[in-house]
């Protein structure tokens, strides 16, 4: 046999080994625990990636997943010790410092979340979510000029993706808004609506920028849209009170009237009125 055959026949048979060679020992556990958190089966989750971690202490993915666990039920401090424990053993492991940043940022720990962000987009620089979270703790810490760029990065590259979310551009939007740049962030935020067009955060948002931009009528019927929508985070209260002034500005005070007795209605306590 010739010496390239030999080298041929050398590399298949170093591909053969190397494919039956048995997977880590608690990987089958990991892979059923990911299944179960994408479910929403939780508990189920959480017994099986015990299971991973007994059988394989050291498995960063296992100990990321037990981090996303915990930060589901509240529970931070698990998570902080999982994801510590995770870098520790791999410091490069991206998803877990990105995890890293999250805890600190949910926990109101800006100083803390601002290096582990950063730390985030070294590792993986084409993470839309470093670069968003990042904008968003530079922008609560007073930086609103380095938050714009960086929220234009995360839909930059989530664009580059072929698929952007809503939750991406909100806060671009917002900031936007903030800054006076009214064109812009209606672009932004009509982008948004095409992306999640039953969000009621969307359209709130559309409508306040409509009504700073001075078209009442338009703001008040992306109020009322929003007011009939459940998914998002924007209380109801907030939007009565953009309709009040919507229809107000509209020449419509009976719309505003209703409004504003809606909101009185659900301020009055259950005991007060029955006293009444």
Not at 170 to 175: D, R, S, T
Not at 177 to 204: M, Q
Not at 240 to 255: E, F, K, M, T, V
Request: charged content about 25%.
């Amino acid at each position: 046999m010739s010496p390239w055959k030999c080298a041929i026949a050398g590399l298949l048979c170093a591909l053969l080994l190397f494919a039956a060679t048995p997977a880590s020992p608690g990987r089958d556990a990991y892979e059923r625990a990911n299944a179960l958190f994408a479910a929403g089966k939780f508990p189920e989750a959480l017994a099986a990636t015990e299971e991973a971690l007994r059988l394989e202490p050291k498995l960063v993915p296992a100990l990321t997943l037990k981090a996303k666990l915990a930060m589901a039920g509240g529970r931070h401090d698990v998570a902080r010790k999982c994801l510590e424990q995770a870098l520790e053993i791999d410091p490069r492991a991206a998803y877990a410092q990105f995890l890293y940043g999250l805890v600190a940022y949910l926990g109101n720990d800006l100083e803390a979340a601002l290096p582990r962000f950063r730390k985030a987009r070294q590792l993986s620089p084409s993470d839309p979510r470093a670069a968003l979270y990042l904008g968003l703790t530079v922008e609560s810490l007073g930086q609103p000029a380095q938050a714009m760029s960086l929220y234009e990065e995360a839909v930059r590259l989530e664009r580059s993706t072929g698929e952007v979310h809503a939750e991406t551009l909100l806060p671009g939007a917002k900031l936007l808004l903030l800054l006076g740049r009214l064109e812009e962030s209606e672009r932004w935020i009509r982008e948004a609506v095409k992306a999640s067009p039953n969000s009621r955060d969307v359209h709130f948002e559309l409508a306040r920028v409509l009504l700073k931009k001075g078209d009442a009528g338009q703001a008040a019927a992306q109020g009322e849209i929003a007011l009939t929508l459940s998914d998002g985070v924007v209380t109801d209260a907030a939007i009565h009170y953009l309709l009040i002034r919507a229809w107000q500005q509209n020449g419509r005070p009976d719309r505003a009237a209703m409004h504003a007795n809606v909101m009185r209605a659900q301020e009055t306590p259950v005991g007060s009125a029955v006293k009444r």
